[in-house]
């Protein structure tokens, strides 16, 4: 089995391309951008500009949501984006997080996962949507096209743009609780998985996707590489918080964990304050035990880290999406944690590919 460790960027148009372009020199497999217009930039056009600046790296939102995104936009623009990068172009969605906390609203529903996932999909294979699919997405006050009195006019939607040979750009599903899972095991070409890195929850939560129909199974990993493990703990502390409450968006805790970890999820929960997202020195990390950031993340010792990867890569996960050192951690250190992965986990990595 091939595995693809893919890194994580912002969508800021100044950082993605040359953020992409580091990673294929060092690498990397694939590079995703997070889609939050209020904390950074338009993730299409950031992967637009990363395409020019790479001719290997695969390119992917990290993730997307059902509630910004219209599904004929978004599909449009991620076709876009693979046929500028040649073919490389992911399109990763989500219930929402940042992006809806900072226009006052919560996750989107599942049902409107599933519906967005269908639509987006269709859209991609060149295939008609019919305008009864697409009422939910209509404003309070809209008029139908009807009311214009055209000789003739549109019966359906699609992209008549998307040459007709076009691969479908893959539509990938990231989940945490167990409709979600399902969800994306039904319907996503890839299912991502967000539940850490303790192998029983990775077991899990690919079961239930493999269940409902999942072929490849991917899975975002909190993983910081440095010889000094309380190092590395301080490092990750920020974006394992922000994993940490997916498992708890609402307060309740919707999938398998044992009770101490089940605590400091709740813990982590109450005290998320949103205005220090992913941050290392927030009322959230620290809540953090070392005992629940060891297991539920991957810190440590290169050794130490290429064996967790190794552990899940054998439950049947072939791709990893790496998130390293928090936005506000030391960059001194931050750095020295991303060169040790680089140098010393990813070709171990490459090894375990190579072996397969």
Known sequence: MAVEVWTTGIAHVSYAPRAAARAEAA???????????????????????????????????????????????????IASVDIASGGRAHLGVGRGDSALAHLGMAPAPIDDLAH???????????????????????????????????????????????????APVPVEVVATGPRALALAGELADRV??????????VEWAAGVARDAGAARIGAFVNVVAHHDVREA????????????????????????????????????????????????????????????????????????????????????????????????ADRAQARVAVETFTAEVLPAIRELTHAA
């Open 27 to 77: 690498g990397w497999d694939g590079m995703v951008v997070v889609d939050s217009q209020n904390l950074s930039g338009d993730p299409f056009v950031a992967l637009a500009l990363a395409a020019r600046e790479t001719s290997r790296l695969r390119l992917g939102t990290g993730v997307t949501n059902p509630a910004t995104r219209h599904p004929a936009a978004a599909a449009a623009a």
């Open 116 to 166: 967005f996932v269908r639509i987006t999909r269709a859209y991609l294979r060149g295939e008609p949507v019919a305008f009864d699919d697409l009422r939910r997405y209509e404003r309070d006050r809209a008029r139908p096209v009807e009311a214009l009195g055209l000789a003739d006019r549109p019966h359906d939607s699609r992209l008549h743009w998307l040459p007709a040979d076009h």
């Open 192 to 201: 991502l998985l967000a539940v850490g890195a303790d192998p029983q929850r």
């Open 233 to 328: 703990r301080r490092l990750g502390a920020g974006g394992l918080t922000t994993f940490a409450r997916f498992s708890a968006m609402d307060g309740t805790v919707r999938s398998p964990i044992d009770a101490d970890s089940e605590q400091v999820v709740r813990d982590v929960h109450r005290a998320y304050d949103m205005h220090q997202h992913t941050r290392g020195g927030s009322p959230q990390a620290a809540k953090l035990t070392e005992s629940f950031i060891d297991r539920f993340g991957i810190v440590g010792p290169p050794e130490h880290c290429v064996s967790r990867l190794r552990q899940l890569a054998d439950l049947g996960v072939d791709r990893f999406i790496v998130v390293g050192p928090s936005i506000d």
